[in-house]
């Protein structure tokens, strides 16, 4: 069974930095496009960011410049590196595969952003 299982998250004021880790089993995130995904409370989820198994790398247009997306293959894990955050990028980031598969959705971890 595929998990995911998210970490990295907290409170941070604007402009701060945060990492955030995704832990996945198996072998999974090195065969598929993984993503990080965000739900903000009231607004749907929606994909953030992306990384393909060859490294590229492709960026929501609210985050390009700002967020870093990577994986490590031995470690089976992908990461999310979070700079000068914004109180709108608040919300709950999740990875999964992209598209996401709806049975691989983990607990997420919980990222606030105050202003």
């Known amino acids: 069974q595929v998990q995911f299982v998210e970490s990295g998250g907290g409170l941070v004021q604007a402009g701060g930095s945060l990492r955030l880790s995704c832990a996945a089993s198996?072998?999974?995130?090195?065969?598929?496009?993984m993503g990080w995904y965000r739900r903000a409370t009231g607004k749907q989820r929606e994909l953030v960011a992306r990384i393909g198994t060859g490294g590229s790398t492709n960026y929501a247009e609210f985050v390009k410049g700002r967020f870093t997306i990577s994986r490590d293959g031995a470690k089976n894990t992908v990461s999310l590196q979070m700079n000068n955050l914004k109180p709108e990028d608040t919300a709950v980031y999740y990875c999964n595969i992209v598209p996401p598969a709806t049975s691989y959705w983990g607990q997420g971890t919980q990222v606030t952003v105050s202003s």
């Open positions: 198996g072998s999974i995130s090195s065969i598929y496009v």
